[in-house]
């Protein structure tokens, strides 16, 4: 069965003081994970898709990375409008195109 | 402007009363599914539909039906809701696709209350 683990749950940052979120996961034959953004009661929206063991994604302040096991979401200098739950999901290889995501991460980024 | 819409946005019903979310897309995608999300729980996946020929099951199916008689639309059908179908749902959307393209676009989200 995939696994999707986000870690931490929360936190809490104030605008200037980068961090990192982190994604672990269990899937055979990774197709692809992908990163989202979710506003409180709004749809998630997407950000990034790695594919790859190596592979680094950015847009403005946030970058993604994938290792074999893990991937990282760096938030850089944030500010508060990146204040968000961050979701982590991976897609197996095959021909089911599910999704299993993680149960995300809360940011808050205090002015 | 490329998007997933979902009708009704909220919806408070009764016990067993018959109700339908649709879910329609604009972008040519072959691919669509429904979630929920509950806290503590996360986003799990309803149903999904490849194109407008396949259909199956996600995690969580029991007590929900869909359709996918066209490309655009993907309705939920909830036959005889009951008081744990109260959730937030997600229609989601992919090109899909043989090539790198798995990248699902969610539609604003259906708050639903069954009382």
């Known amino acids: 069965e995939d696994q999707v683990t986000q870690s931490p749950e929360a936190l809490r940052l104030q605008e200037g003081e980068s961090s990192s979120l982190n994604c672990s996961y269990t899937?055979?034959?990774?197709?692809?994970l992908f990163w989202y953004r979710q506003d409180p009661g709004k749809g998630p929206e997407f950000l990034f898709t790695?594919?790859?063991a190596g592979e680094e994604k950015e847009k403005e302040r946030l970058k993604a990375t994938l290792t074999k096991k893990e991937s990282f979401l760096h938030i850089t200098a944030p500010k508060p409008e990146d204040s968000a739950t961050y979701l982590c999901?991976?897609?197996?290889?095959?021909?089911?195109?599910?999704?299993?995501f993680g149960k995300g991460t809360l940011l808050t980024v205090n002015p | 402007e490329a998007q997933v819409t979902q009708n009704p946005r909220y919806l408070i019903t009764v016990t067993g009363k018959k109700l339908t979310v649709t879910c329609s897309q604009n972008m040519n995608h072959e691919y669509m599914s429904w979630y929920r999300q509950d806290p503590g729980l996360g986003l799990r996946q309803i149903y999904y539909s490849m194109n407008v020929e396949v259909t199956d099951k996600g995690d969580v199916p029991e007590g929900y039906k869909v359709s996918r008689k066209e490309k655009r639309n993907f309705p939920l059908i909830l036959e005889s809701p009951s008081p744990n179908q109260t959730s937030l749902y997600f229609c989601?959307?992919?090109?899909?696709?043989?090539?790198?393209?798995?990248?699902?676009?969610f539609g604003p989200g259906t708050r639903l209350t069954v009382t």
């Open positions: 989601a959307s992919s090109l899909s696709g043989g090539d790198l393209s798995y990248e699902q676009y």
């Open positions: 790695l594919y790859s």
């Open positions: 899937v055979s034959g990774l197709r692809g």
């Open positions: 999901a991976v897609l197996r290889g095959g021909s089911n195109y599910k999704l299993t």
